[in-house]
Each structure stands twice: as structure tokens, then as C-alpha cells.
């Protein structure tokens, strides 16, 4: 049991924690689920008792904003200044030992003189006394044994100081320039930071402050210290920074390359309210775009021919959702000039072969019924 409970070798995968995350509540390890189709998403998730049959799950976590955090706390520990401060803590470490290694010394010295003494004395009684003799022995051995005692003390420092690796602070410092370049680079293998994830870092525990509506995150690092961090929970229904940008810069992105009606249904999608709250109507995207000095969208000032999902879905007999996962897989070449945009797919795109073989793996997914379950009109409960 002690050593399913310990943490695991790393395996891969996206997540930087792999097998390290504990439940701050149950105290289980907790998996890594990755449920995104898009390929960049993962969570930390604690299954409680549920694998037995005797309880629900535990809790759970977003992946993405925990190993950010954790990626930061890393970074800070190997920064210049805290490899300067680990470097002086470990100076007057260096220093507090070696004061203790006099005292001892001293101690030794004194504790010899003791045994001496009372072996002198042990000698010089009558062998007639046998009480006195006893006594006097009695107090020669205890003597000898606090001698053996504090030599045993300097021997196991004496070992500990040896079997202590020396700093190099250069070594160091460069460590601290050059890891951050390394951690962040475009290129980088996960593997590797996970590596350095494992050598620095026992565990990770996790555990959620439902009142506050935070993630507290509890960092064991191999030296024995603790870090606590708390990270904000994302809201049902908020949208990041980048998905909700004002109403002018999105007429200044999009004005022109769309008419107004779809920019009107595109600001309403992306919860873009202007000053007085109320949604987007084609007549106040005409008046706003008129007041920036945006020209219409022309139509006949667009040299190739470009349409839409829904155009595209309907000319290749598929269903929205599978003409964006062929343009997530890169088979479909389509733009978006912003998050939540609508996205442009050229005409001339969708009679290439690449597009063509893509359309014929999504109709093989399909059902054999179909067509069945398309002119089907009724709608079918279970149980009746």
C-alpha cells in the first residue's frame, strides 16, 4: 500500500505534473484526464473511492493554470536572487557547523579529562574497599561511554560535511540565466521539463477553497521546504481576455471583410455589449462602423471567391462541426483574423484531393443507418 501511495515515474504526455499530484483531501494520487479534441487541455482529477464501488469523486482541477503556476514558482526558485540567498543560507550553514563542531570538540576534551580522572582514582583506592572500588568503576565506565558518545557525534557530522556536495557558483548562476530560456522555448520537449519538474519537486498537493473559489496548490520541494499558491477557478460562462475584446476593436478588424449582419451575429457571439449593454443590431454595426470611418463590405472588390462554414458544410454534404475539425487538422486551409471570427475557407480549396480524401473519412465514420436516423422525425425516449 505505502508504495502504490508514493508518486510515479513520469510517462509523457502534456501534463507537467505526471505523478506528482496528490489530493489534498483524500491523500490518493490523482490522474491525468486529457478530454480536449483540440489537443492542448488537461485535468487533474481525483476518483475518491469511486474505483471500488464505495464513494464519488473526489475533485479535480484545470491542468493548464495549475502547471502554469507551478512552471512560475519554478522559475522563481532558480532565479538570481534565490540562487544568491540559497548560496548565503548555505554559507551560514557552513559556518553554524562549524561552530558546533568546536563545541563538541571542546566537549570531547573535557569528557576525556573526566574519564582520566576518575581512572586515576579508580586506581589509587584500596582493593579492600570492594563498595568504594565498585562505585568508582561505575563512574570510570560512564565516563568512557560519554567519550564514545561524543565521538560518534563528530564522526556522523564529519561524514555528513563530506558526503555534501561542494556549490559552484557560477555553475549555478548560469543555471538560473539559462533555464528560463530552455523552460520556454518553442521547441522544448515536455519530457525534459518534466525531468526538471521531478528534481525539483516531491509532490504537488492540491486541494479547492470552495468559499473563495480558489485552487490551493501546496508545493513540496526536495529540500523540505513547502510553498503554498492559490489560483483563481475559471467562472461558468467567462471568457478570457482575448475572447472578449471591445466593440471598436472589433469593427476596426473586421469592418469591411464581412457584412454588417455577420458582424452583428459575431459580436453578439462574443458577448461584445457596448456602453448601454444591449446586443448588436445590424443598424447600430452600420452606425459604429460609419462613425470610425470603415468602408462597406464590397463584394465585388473581393478578388477569390471566399465562403463560410455553413457554405462549405452544405457544398461538401458534411456537418458543420466536422468542417472545423478538418480545418483543426490543417486539411482544410481556412483564416480568422480573431479569435471567435468567422472563419474564410477559399472555394477553390475544398476541389483538392487532401479535402476530398478528409470528406471521405468523415462520411466512413458514419453510422450504417444514417440516412435512417436523418429522415427520422420522431423523437424516441428509452423506456416507452
Not at 548555505?90 to 576518575?118: F, G, H, I, P, Q
Not at 477557478?233 to 466593440?247: F, I, K, Q
Request: hydrophobic fraction near 40%; charged fraction near 30%.
Amino acid at each position: 500500500m505505502q508504495k502504490r501511495a508514493g508518486r510515479k515515474s513520469a510517462r509523457g504526455g502534456r501534463a507537467l505534473l505526471t505523478g506528482l499530484v496528490r489530493c489534498g483531501r483524500c491523500g490518493r494520487l490523482m490522474r491525468i484526464y486529457y478530454g480536449s479534441a483540440a489537443g492542448h487541455a488537461h485535468r487533474y482529477q481525483c476518483r475518491g473511492a469511486l474505483d471500488s464501488g464505495a464513494g464519488k469523486i473526489c475533485i479535480g482541477a484545470g491542468g493548464i493554470r495549475v502547471d502554469r503556476a507551478v512552471a512560475n514558482q519554478i522559475m522563481e526558485a532558480v532565479s538570481d536572487h534565490a540562487i544568491e540567498a540559497a548560496m548565503e543560507a548555505a554559507e551560514r550553514s557552513s559556518l553554524a557547523e562549524n561552530d558546533v563542531c568546536c563545541a563538541l570538540a571542546k566537549e570531547l576534551e573535557a569528557a576525556r579529562y573526566e574519564a582520566s580522572l576518575a581512572a586515576r582514582r579508580y586506581e589509587m583506592v584500596d582493593p579492600a574497599k570492594r563498595l568504594v572500588a565498585r562505585e568508582l568503576e561505575s563512574r570510570w565506565n560512564t565516563a568512557l561511554e560519554r567519550v564514545n558518545e561524543i565521538e560518534k557525534r563528530i564522526r556522523d557530522l564529519d561524514e555528513q560535511r563530506s558526503r555534501r556536495p561542494a556549490i559552484d557558483s557560477e555553475a549555478l548562476l548560469a543555471l538560473a540565466h539559462d533555464l528560463p530560456a530552455v523552460w520556454n522555448a518553442p521547441g522544448g520537449d515536455i519530457r525534459t521539463r518534466q525531468r526538471l519538474a521531478r528534481i525539483l519537486l516531491q509532490e504537488v498537493v492540491i486541494d479547492l477553497d470552495e468559499a473563495a473559489n480558489q485552487v490551493v496548490l501546496v508545493i513540496h520541494w526536495t529540500g523540505g521546504r513547502h510553498t503554498e499558491v492559490r489560483i483563481a477557478r475559471v467562472r461558468t460562462g467567462r471568457y478570457p481576455d482575448d475572447r472578449h475584446p471591445s466593440a471598436v476593436e472589433v469593427i476596426r478588424k473586421l469592418g469591411g471583410h464581412w457584412p454588417d449582419r455577420e458582424l452583428a451575429v459575431t459580436m453578439n457571439r462574443m458577448r461584445c455589449k457596448g456602453r448601454d449593454g444591449k446586443t448588436w443590431t445590424v443598424l447600430r454595426v452600420r452606425e459604429l462602423r460609419e462613425r470610425l470611418g470603415i468602408a462597406a463590405f464590397d463584394l465585388d472588390g473581393v478578388t477569390a471567391e471566399l465562403i463560410t462554414v455553413d457554405e462549405t458544410a452544405r457544398r461538401l454534404s458534411i456537418c458543420i462541426g466536422s468542417v472545423k475539425r478538418l480545418i483543426r487538422e490543417g486539411v482544410l486551409p481556412a483564416t480568422q483574423l480573431m479569435p471567435s471570427a468567422p472563419w474564410q475557407i477559399p472555394a477553390a480549396a475544398i476541389e483538392t484531393e487532401e479535402v476530398k480524401i478528409g470528406v471521405r473519412r468523415v462520411i466512413d465514420r458514419r453510422p450504417r443507418n444514417f440516412k435512417v436516423l436523418q429522415d427520422l422525425k420522431s423523437l424516441k425516449l428509452p423506456g416507452f
